[in-house]
């Protein structure tokens, strides 16, 4: 939209995009991992302020909806009292929709895109064509993708994270296991993890390129048991 300028020059020079605000969105989502935007704007309602949030955080309002109404007010509060002359079309609903903007539909939109962009990395890497995985294996197995290899599969599950989460990455195959475990026993193959990082420019890359190799020989693994027509 023709103001959207202002409203981002105000949002992020009056600081109200920070975690202070709307929460650790970078982590939130990461976490919540959604496969729609209505699971993420779910998500944010109800965990953001249990989980994600900073100490002495404070919530304005009785919900986290009404706490993004409230946030959009102070946006238009500052452009008002600071813009008057910019902003003469700016209203208090156009503040509070690109608050909810940037905070549900922009955050799914680069989550979703940095998916895409670690699946297309993936298939270049290994030379071969990965699957979406269908909503029923994703909730019975949490994978987001899989490798055919005869009538057996390999699985995939992309898992974008922060710098500050890289230590971590154990606990997510402590929490992926049994689900994992069950893929392997029902669908033949293992199910690797592949974690992505944003860089500076916004670069997305492989964090733990090792699991390439691993995956290859899994590959390999399943041929030698289905036979040449694999």
């Known amino acids: 939209m023709s103001k959207e300028w202002v409203l981002n020059i105000a ?11 709307v929460g650790r969105l970078a982590e939130a989502i990461r976490v919540c991992a959604p496969r729609s935007e209505e699971e993420w704007e779910q998500y944010y309602y109800e965990q953001v302020p249990k989980k994600h949030v900073p100490s002495g955080w404070r919530m304005f309002g009785r919900t986290m909806a009404e706490h993004l109404e409230e946030v959009g007010r102070r946006l238009f509060a500052k452009i008002s009292e600071q ?4 902003v003469a079309e700016v209203t208090e609903e156009d503040c509070i929709a690109y608050v909810r903007e940037v905070v ?24 071969v064509k990965l699957q979406p995985a269908p909503d029923s294996w994703d909730r019975r197995y949490s ?45 033949g193959g293992r199910v690797f993890i592949v974690f992505s990082v ?17 995956i290859r020989r899994e590959i390999r693994r399943l041929q030698r048991m289905t036979g040449p027509e694999a």
């Open 198 to 214: 944003t860089e500076r420019g916004g670069r997305k890359r492989i964090w733990n390129t090792d699991v390439l190799e691993e």
């Open 83 to 86: 813009l008057r002359k910019e």
């Open 104 to 127: 549900i539909h922009r955050t799914y939109a680069g989550y979703v895109t940095e998916k895409h962009t670690v699946y297309e990395q993936l298939e270049q890497l290994l030379g």
């Open 143 to 187: 994978v987001d993708f899989f490798i055919p290899v005869g009538n057996r599969y390999v699985g995939i599950q992309v898992k974008p994270i922060t710098y500050s989460q890289t230590p971590e990455l154990h606990k997510w195959q402590q929490w992926m296991q049994d689900a994992h475990e069950r893929f392997h026993q029902e669908q």
């Open 11 to 21: 949002f992020n020079r009056w600081q109200l995009n920070r975690p202070k605000y």
